[in-house]
């Protein structure tokens, strides 16, 4: 411990604002030896386990598949593939409880294992990565369905990808697990750091950073010294482990980016902006599997902890994996067991039922007693006594945030910044009237999108509106002008309609010439766009230019238009 | 197995309103006992009248209004008004004019407005204020601190005058009573005499009145302790006791024999109480850090301005209404650096 504190001092560090001292409560769960969970008869891969576009299914209902075989790739830029954990068959493809907020069901495919886990054929292992491109690490990593462990699951390649405007200089792991309870993170490092180390060394490699910073809070000492160890056998300099004071939320993105360089990530943009690139260790380490031996992700280290569970320990878990089946491996409940969450005591939330599967995005099973997680005591009204804006690690002002998010005042509360807040929790945490405080800024959050949508919707109504009425007046007014014409030549008729017929028929005739002469010549130009005025060319341009958008704009609102 | 869905975070910490209520409520003991030893039982007298008028009258209205009762009134921000109203009032006051302002204060600018944490205007001023207008007479009628008296009220004569009026035999409201000494400062000054003069009168002690400047700095105490808990912050009572005691100073240093010197503000009338424990009250005042400075300035010069120029000798509560009001405006104007934020905004 005290070799880890010293290491604090040797490095500037710095503060963000804000933050709690939680009570840690990882011993429990790191007591037993990192193991492999037992193969499940059943896996449930969602198709949607990451941020972005879901994945589409490759495989039909019967079919044979093997351990590491893609079964859905990828649509679109942001989305990740999903692979067979194991060998087995297809047994169905439908909608089934997946783990998330709303107890939603969501399209998986189910694959009956057939108890041989035998791996499929995979792509060569790139162990010269250093001579490789980026673009191919990039796409290794992408085929590989890596998405960020940590617990946002955003599809790694894409932060692989930072663009050329955007040079990245560091590379920050993530190794903070500033959450209670959790602590597979802590326990990847502690047994298997020298992954971490080259999952840093690819990740360098793919971004052209300079150096990597590797944070991790200074409650876990045997994991610094692992790393530390690591990092000297790999004999690079450019690695660097930094123990960081436990504070909550100290393993945000961007409040680990302003301990470690005193850098903030600007408003609603990213650390690519600021030449920063963050990944979670056990990111990097999947990362390094996807890269050095060609595994996809099919599996994670899950912390199944709390006093709801008889054995608190980590297991390397096939995704897919029924957390009622990991239960079980884990001795089963206890009687105290009184609230299921996914994820943490602070962020985590709560599932309705153990029957969902482990996702890659799954870092704990937290079993919690009453004693751990009470049962939330009747909200008292807000005092405004501040102790919520003491402790926000986004600076903002809880209190009047809630104000107004109770009052459904969507334009005050995006005036008090609701969307910068990262929903850590603390706020709610220290509140003396006990107010579900992050529960009223999702909601405003989620008005606000509603409203926004709402908004260019009836915006791009307006627009087709406006231009029907701008052209049926248009309409109108040519109408006119063309019989206002016809009555003057009507009412000059008289004089000029004495000509004889026979001139009349050669006129016709000559006119039926020029005609197919002309048709002979350009057999399929569009006609009069020659002799347009000025005028008529914007109207026409106006026209495509607003079709286009319509069409854009149709294919993203979906299909209410 | 099925579980309930309960939304993050899992765990909080287990204080409460009522906890902060209690603090507030002990920080008030060594002022409220000071008080009572130098201006005698009316002091516990009106704090218990006051106490029972507030609880009751809440209940009262809670019930009307569908609420639960038990469960709002152990919050105990009801007790807390009624304290600071019982030990802002004169001693004696008449036990009607207690009941009209605690219950005014309950009522209507606490319940009214939705109850606690959505009332603009501190309710404890409020009542106050009601009567220091209505009734001017019986609310600047003080007695004289301990030291100064020479006729100190039995506990059974203080409930005889307090709830019937009559005066023990011999006693009349001229003998009993005094000027408080910023009463007395206001009416000499405006009787042209000069502050040396006044000063004079053996009313007086180190900074403000004898016995008064006491009571002032066991509130102050009070007042540490709060801060030191972190029930409040120094924002608010830095704030305006620097504004006061600056603005008196510079106006002491301009002309010394018409402006006392600034710690007689500071220790006079209710600077401590207001600074400490009123105008820190965090429902109706500022809530940002720079607003919180903007706020208690404010309400520090707007005492001195309605002390020296305004047509009351006290103003603590005055400022305060003036500045709950305009709370709201100094949040929105003094919103915090966000994260990541570079350029400021509201321009």
Known sequence: MAAARSDTASRRLWKFHGGLHLAENKAQSVTQPLRPAALPKRLILPLQQHIGESAQPLVQVGQRVLKGEMLARPQGYISAPIHAPSSGVVAAIGELPVPHPSGLEGLCIVIETDGEDRWGRLPDAIEAFEKCAPEVLRERVRSAGVVGLGGAAFPSSVKLNPGPDHPIHTLILNGAECEPYITCDQMLMREQPERVVSGAHVLLHALGADRCLIG????????????????????????????????????????????????????????????????????????????????????????????????AQNLEVLIGTPISELIAECGGYTPEVSRLILGGPMMGFALHTDQVPITKAANCVFAASLREAPAPDPAAPCIRCGECARVCPANLLPQQLYWYARAKDLDKVQDYSLFDCIECGCCSYVCPSHIPLVQYYRFAKAESWAREQERSKSDHARQRHQARLQRLERLEKERKARLRRRKEDLDKAPSTERSSEQTKQAAIRAAIERAKAKKAAQPVQPRNVDTLTPEQREQIANVEARRRGGDRRADTAGREE | MEFPAVSSPHSALPNRVSSVMLRVILALIPGALAMTWYFGWGVVINMALATVVAVASEALLLRLRGRPVTATLSDLSAVVTALLFALAVPPLLPWWLTVLGIGFAIVVAKQLYGGLGYNPFNPAMAGYVLLLISYPVEMTAWIPPIILNEHVLTLSETLRVIFTGTLPAGLTWDALSMATPLDAMRTNLDLGHLISEIRESPLWGDFGGRGWEWVGNWYFLGGIWLIYKRVISWHIPGAMLGALLLLAMIFHLLDPETHPFGLFHLFSGGAMLGAFFI????????????????YGASIGALVFIIRTWGGYPDAVAFAVLLMNMAAPTIDYYTQPRVFGETETRND
């Not at chain 1, 600007?266 to 990097?284: E, L």
């Not at chain 1, 099919?298 to 709801?308: D, H, K, M, N």
């Open chain 2, 279 to 294: 105008a820190t009250d965090p429902v109706s005042a500022a809530t940002t850090p720079r607003g919180k400075l903007i």
């Open chain 1, 216 to 311: 991790v809070e200074d409650n876990k000492p045997e994991a610094i010294q692992a790393l530390k160890r690591a990092v000297a056998a790999a004999g690079v300099a450019s690695l660097e482990v930094v123990a960081v004071p436990t504070l909550y939320p100290s393993g945000g993105e961007k409040q680990l980016i302003q301990i470690l360089t005193g850098e903030e990530v600007p408003r609603h943009g990213i650390p690519a902006q600021i030449g920063y690139v963050c990944h979670n260790v056990g990111t990097a380490a999947a990362i390094a599997d996807a890269v050095l031996q060609g595994t996809p992700l099919v599996s994670r280290i899950v912390t199944v902890t709390g006093e709801g569970v008889r054995e």
